[in-house]
């Protein structure tokens, strides 16, 4: 069974940066995509980034040049660098992991963006 632990979520000042990291443990899957998805109170789900396991990525145009996206392969692991947080960026950060046929994804990491 797949699992997705997700960590780095926490409090931050507008401006500041955080790193969202997310693994995936289990066997026999391989892995097309891993991203990271948010939701704001009140709002829908949202895509903020993913990555393909060749490496390619896409971006939600509000993080673009703010948030980079990374992969390491071996470890079954996504990271979500975050930079020049906004308020607007406050929402829980979900890890989702494609194995093609299938979609997992993580409990969800909170990032708040407060003074």
């Known amino acids: 069974q797949v699992q997705l632990v997700e960590s780095g979520g926490g409090l931050v000042q507008p401006g500041g940066s955080l790193r969202l990291s997310c693994a995936a443990s289990?066997?026999?899957?391989?892995?097309?995509?891993m991203g990271w998805y948010r939701q704001a109170p009140g709002k829908e789900r949202e895509l903020v980034a993913v990555?393909?396991?060749?490496?390619?990525?896409n971006y939600a145009d509000s993080v673009k040049g703010r948030f980079t996206i990374s992969r390491d392969n071996a470890k079954k692991a996504v990271y979500l660098q975050m930079n020049s947080l906004k308020f607007e960026d406050t929402a829980v950060y979900y890890c989702?992991?494609?194995?093609?046929?299938?979609?997992?994804w993580g409990r969800g990491t909170q990032v708040t963006v407060s003074q």
């Open positions: 289990g066997s026999g899957f391989s892995i097309t995509a």
């Open positions: 989702v992991l494609d194995t093609g046929p299938t979609y997992y």
């Open positions: 990555i393909t396991s060749g490496g390619r990525t």
